[in-house]
């Protein structure tokens, strides 16, 4: 699994999230419970929306943090980039859930298999917000963390394979 080092790059959000997004639904408030095929198809599509803006939100705040506490972006820039990029990815989650929506509901079996693989998407989701807010943290910051790890019996360096380790004093 290859990590994105460039902190002046936005990650984007890709085809890890699209089990899930495949399997989440929201319901429309206030309407029946209907097993209508649009209804379905609307609602499976919302939900892969959601899920991908706020992942796609979450990437990006993390990682452009690192640019704004260094001076190079100001709030006004970080927030207008969000949005941006959790627009572009809202509109791959459509598409990914009007295509899984009708495959969903004419194979609905496939559901299991999906869901497996949400949890596997899901991990490699979590490693990548993991490291961007590693990469958003300052040198002290990264250090105290190390040093509380450590404290507590636990080693960051599995989790954090591949990055930079400024806490030299472990």
């Known amino acids: 699994m290859s990590r994105v080092r460039d902190l002046f790059q936005m990650p984007r959000a890709g085809l890890e999230m699209a089990p899930l997004a495949g399997l989440v639904s929201i319901r429309w408030p206030g309407a029946p419970a209907a097993l209508h095929p649009g209804r379905l198809l609307s609602e499976s599509t919302l939900g892969a ?7 796609q939100a979450l990437l990006s705040a993390l990682r452009s943090e690192a640019l704004v506490r260094r001076g190079e972006l100001d709030r006004r820039d970080q927030v207008h980039i969000i949005l941006q990029s959790a627009w572009a990815a809202m509109q791959q989650g459509a598409a990914i859930g009007l295509v899984l929506a009708p495959v969903l509901l004419l194979l609905p079996w496939l559901s299991l298999p999906l869901g497996l693989l949400s949890v ?10 993991a ?19 450590y404290a507590a019996g636990v080693s960051l360096n599995r989790l954090l394979a591949g990055g930079q ?6």
């Open 120 to 129: 596997v998407g899901v991990g490699r989701a979590s490693l990548d917000l």
């Open 131 to 149: 490291h961007a807010f590693w990469d958003g943290l300052s040198p002290e910051q990264r250090g105290e963390l190390h040093r509380a790890a």
């Open 49 to 55: 929306v959601v899920v991908y803006g706020i992942y």
């Open 165 to 170: 380790l400024e806490a030299a004093a472990l």
